[in-house]
């Protein structure tokens, strides 16, 4: 499929989609203000940087930085070191046996422009390895338009690549918001399609930049149940019924995790990066993730 055709298509579905929405919105305006008012307002979580000291007999260490909207900012868990990033840190950190260093820049609430003009520039590292970015509900909630949402990506990513020009950029899936329990049916439709119209325009972005990556297969709670054995309710996944719970949050990360090692690209650049010592060539894996043990 071309891209010219995969773009028609991204476009047309979006138009259908606005087209079905527009004289639901007054409804879905009053829905919305229902489910603000019956959701509990979780604080972000604390503790924004770590190290995963695996191997004390290198000095090799993988800098992470995650930067994003409220799921990076790991509302709906105390500590992140519990929530995403410390876990994916954790979790990378044993895949291929480096030291990981790690730092959130994330804030609840926020889109893709506000974590290029807002986040971005908060930064203090001087050196990054490796950039996990997490975006996409906020900007699916306020309803914006694939185009835009194609420039304000780019933005970004070039604002990423402007301060640290080697590092790996790898993008999250986007949430799966047709899952939220605590959504109507209505908003559900709306905004978890448009998520989707979302998440395959960043799809075709990233392969005009080097060295980044989307990691964007569609998020199923009964995929990751058979995925990773796991013998829960779907509950279990949500902290509030919008955000995730430490459960979600950690299957998330280790999916990832696992999904970032089994890159070839990813893989070739990190074995240059570090030397190519043995350590991480016989630690990447090659086939899929082994599911973990239960009570993550």
């Not at 993988?62 to 990033?85: D, P």
């Not at 994916?88 to 950190?93: K, Y």
């Not at 990513?157 to 899936?173: D, G, Q, Y």
């Not at 949500?238 to 990360?253: E, I, M, N, R």
Request: charged share 20%.
């Amino acid at each position: 499929m071309s891209d010219h055709f995969k773009k028609t298509a991204v476009n047309l579905r979006y138009s259908l989609l606005a087209v079905i929405s527009l004289p639901l919105l007054p409804i879905m305006y009053y829905q919305g203000k229902r489910i603000r008012t019956s959701v509990p307002k979780l604080p972000e979580a604390e503790g924004v940087e770590g190290q995963c000291q695996l191997n004390e007999r290198t000095e090799n260490t993988l800098k992470v930085i995650a930067i994003g909207e409220s799921t990076i900012a790991g509302v709906g868990v105390q500590t992140h070191e519990e929530g995403f990033t410390g876990t994916f840190a954790n979790e990378l950190s044993r895949l291929l046996s480096l030291n990981v260093a790690w730092k959130v820049y994330a804030k609840s609430g926020y889109t893709a422009t506000t974590v290029k003009t807002k986040l971005i520039p908060k930064i203090t590292e001087n050196q990054v390895d490796l950039v996990i970015i997490g975006l996409g509900g906020n900007d699916a909630f306020t309803l914006n338009q694939p185009s835009k949402w194609n420039t304000q990506i780019r933005s970004v990513i070039e604002a990423v690549k402007m301060r640290f020009p080697e590092a790996i950029i790898v993008f999250c899936n986007m949430p799966p918001i047709k899952e939220f329990p605590a959504f109507t049916n209505l908003i559900k439709f709306v905004v978890g399609n448009l998520v989707e119209v979302l998440g395959n325009e960043l799809k075709a972005i990233v392969n005009d930049y080097e060295n980044t990556f989307y990691f964007g297969k569609k998020i199923t709670l009964k995929g990751w149940v058979d995925k990773f054995g796991l013998n829960v309710t779907k509950e279990d996944f949500f902290s509030d019924g919008v955000h995730p719970s430490k459960l979600a949050y950690q299957t998330w990360a280790k999916d990832i995790a696992h999904e970032v090692s089994k890159s070839e690209k990813i893989k070739n650049i990190l074995q240059h990066r570090f030397g190519g010592t043995a350590e991480i060539s016989a630690n990447l894996p090659t086939a899929g993730p082994r599911a973990p043990k239960s009570g993550l």
